[in-house]
T-cell receptor, first 113, second 121 residues
Framework: AQTVTQSQPEMSVQEAETVTLSCTYD???????LFWYKQPPSRQMILVIR??????QNATENRFSVNFQKAAKSFSLKISDSQLGDTAMYFC??????????FGTGTSLTVIP | DAGVIQSPRHEVTEMGQEVTLRCKPI?????LFWYRQTMMRGLELLIY????????DSGMPEDRFSAKMPNASFSTLKIQPSEPRDSAVYFC???????????????????FGPGTRLTVL
């Protein structure tokens, strides 16, 4: 069975600083996708960044980047130059062939002015 | 496109009542997913459909829960009878067909609806 673990229920960061959210997963699959979703107070789920398992290069989207370590089954999200609008719940997700998603329990991030 | 549409946005009901949540996926999306979000368990996949057919309902907590997708543009999640522990936010999501993993340019992101906040008293 696939599991996704986010071991940090809550985190905070000063505005303009950098923060890293951790995520580990367990799977026997070789091909899969990993995602980070953001859920602001509006409750809408927003895709932040995605990573294909067959790619060795870490994905980057503006201030958001990941550290993907396939052997360690680790997929952390780094947010640089944190902004107040980054305050949200962040969910790590794993997708295996067949379109089925598995989510972690989330990390609540607060950006402090 | 308006995105995934869910209704109602909020539902308050009493224990024992039937609750029906509705979802309209994005036009052209072949996959539809129902999730439940709680503080204790995070985001859980309840069931998903492909071309209106239920593929995996192993996440449905018990027989009180049922989901249908009578056509490509509509799905319901029904709880009968409802219980206080069913209180949660229920999300519907849709996506395009399965991605070809060897392709570097395509993937099937799930697009989430705004969710329905259910409170069972």
């Amino acid at each position: 069975a696939q599991t996704v673990t986010q071991s940090q229920p809550e985190m905070s960061v000063q505005e303009a600083e950098t923060v890293t959210l951790s995520c580990t997963y367990d799977t026997s699959e070789n091909n899969y996708y990993l995602f980070w979703y953001k859920q602001p107070p509006s409750r809408q789920m927003i895709l932040v960044i995605r990573q294909e398992a067959y790619k060795q290069q870490n994905a980057t989207e503006n201030r958001f980047s990941v550290n993907f370590q396939k052997a360690a089954k680790s997929f952390s999200l780094k947010i640089s130059d944190s902004q107040l609008g980054d305050t949200a719940m962040y969910f790590c997700a794993f997708m295996k062939p067949g379109n089925q998603f598995y989510f972690g329990t989330g990390t609540s991030l607060t950006v402090i002015p | 496109d308006a995105g995934v549409i869910q209704s109602p946005r909020h539902e308050v009901t009493e224990m024992g009542q039937e609750v029906t949540l509705r979802c309209k996926p994005i036009s052209g999306h072949d996959y539809l997913f129902w999730y439940r979000q709680t503080m204790m368990r995070g985001l859980e996949l309840l069931i998903y459909f492909n071309n209106n057919v239920p593929i995996d309902d192993s996440g449905m907590p018990e027989d009180r829960f049922s989901a249908k997708m009578p056509n490509a543009s509509f799905s319901t999640l029904k709880i009968q009878p409802s219980e206080p522990r069913d209180s949660a936010v229920y999300f519907c999501a849709s996506s395009l067909p399965r991605v070809a993993f060897l392709s570097a340019t395509s993937y099937n992101e799930q697009f989430f609806g705004p969710g329905t906040r259910l409170t069972v008293l």
